[in-house]
């Protein structure tokens, strides 16, 4: 068990829709990662928040919106939802904005129908 | 963007035989790290490597990073099933840019 955790564990929706995914990272842990992983793709890195703000921006759709609440939990929105935005998104987590040691949760399985 | 390829994409070895897999970088990288994902798992961090020419072990796994920092690599020693998985490398960009990336894994897969 990482200690990061999140929910749900599965998703099933149809295009257009929009959906929320949930992260609470490690105890102690001030920044959370967002990963988008599919078959093709590997591992695409989406956005990094660190005490809630925003430290770094990757690959992440304008469809796409994360934020980190006070209590340094993330949520991850996605809107507009297409068939190709299927994929297995993951959230880490670190101590600091620059340790590389990530802890990741065990993913939300996104299905878009 | 730095780019970090990764090589091979897919070995399948049999049990005993040994496995390497190779991160490299048309740049030179501030450090990199080491992840295994089991099927059906999430990434596991193993180990980072920062110094030049720096070499790391972990009972059957050895982690080198290159002289010039542009390259690593993963060697396992007498394979077991239980090494079935992804293995990734990632690295930080750093720079105003900073962000992690990860190299698009090697599926290692042991036949027993």
């Known amino acids: 068990d990482s200690g990061v955790t999140q929910t749900p564990k599965h998703l099933i929706t149809a295009t257009g829709q929009r959906v929320t995914l949930r992260c609470s990272p490690r105890?102690?842990?001030?920044?959370v990662y967002w990963y988008q992983q599919s078959l093709d793709q590997g591992l695409q890195f989406l956005i990094q928040y660190y005490n809630g703000e925003e430290r770094a921006k990757g690959n992440i759709l304008e469809r796409f919106s994360a934020q980190q609440f006070p209590d340094l939990h993330s949520e991850l929105n996605l809107s507009s939802l297409e068939l190709g935005d299927s994929a297995l998104y993951f959230c880490?987590?670190?101590?600091?904005?620059?340790?590389?040691?990530?802890?990741f949760g065990s993913g939300t399985q996104l299905s878009v129908l | 963007g730095q780019q970090v390829m990764q090589i091979p994409q897919y070995q399948h070895v049999q049990e005993g035989e040994d496995f390497t897999t190779y991160c490299n970088s048309s740049?030179?990288?501030?450090?990199i790290q080491w992840y295994k994902q089991r099927p059906g798992g999430h990434p596991v961090f193993l180990i980072q490597l920062v110094k030049s020419g720096e070499v790391k072990k972990q009972k059957r796994l050895t982690f080198q990073f290159g002289e010039a920092k542009k390259n690593s690599s993963l060697h396992i020693t007498a394979t077991q099933t239980t090494d079935v998985g992804t293995y990734f490398c990632?690295?930080?960009?750093?720079?105003?840019?900073?962000?992690?990336?990860f190299g698009k894994g090697t599926l290692l897969t042991v036949n027993p």
């Open positions: 105890s102690g842990d001030l920044s």
């Open positions: 880490a987590s670190s101590v600091s904005a620059t340790n590389e040691k990530l802890f």
């Open positions: 990632n690295h930080n960009s750093g720079g105003s840019n900073y962000k992690l990336t």
């Open positions: 740049t030179t990288l501030s450090n």
